[in-house]
């Protein structure tokens, strides 16, 4: 069993940034990030292959998102920056524990552990 703690999440102005963090207390194949609002299905953000480093995003991310990872605390961030009022969400950490498992966006429910998640609100 691996626990995700998620931390980061604020209220901002738009145009703002952020740093959302994601500590995994065990092995991670990949570490993901995803968010959901009212009314809406989770959207997968950004995703990182731990080991190789290798990164996905989603368009909506493109140029204002940068995903990390730090291989001595086994943390994932997210470095948002340019916040709009649509990246007002409930953001969620995800984990693959299996080497060569699912590493993408388009099916969250691929990944077996999840964090509680940590909200993000971007006013205008």
């Known amino acids: 069993q691996v626990q995700l703690v998620e931390s980061g999440g604020a209220s901002v102005q738009a145009g703002g940034s952020l740093r959302l963090s994601c500590t995994a207390s065990?092995?991670?194949?990949?570490m993901a990030w995803f968010r959901q609002s009212p009314g809406t299905e989770r959207e997968g953000v950004a995703a990182?292959?731990?080991?190789?480093?290798?990164?996905d995003y989603a368009d909506s991310g493109k140029g204002r998102f940068t995903i990390s990872h730090d291989n001595a605390d086994n943390t994932v961030y997210l470095d948002m920056s340019s916040l709009k009022p649509e990246d007002t969400a409930m953001y969620y950490c995800?984990?693959?524990?299996?080497?060569?498992?699912?590493?993408?966006?388009?099916?969250?429910?691929?990944?077996?552990?999840w964090g509680q998640g940590t909200e993000v609100t971007v006013s205008s």
């Open positions: 995800a984990a693959e524990p299996r080497r060569g498992g699912y590493c993408g966006l388009e099916r969250p429910e691929l990944y077996i552990y």
């Open positions: 065990g092995y991670t194949y990949c």
């Open positions: 990182i292959a731990t080991g190789g480093g290798t990164t």
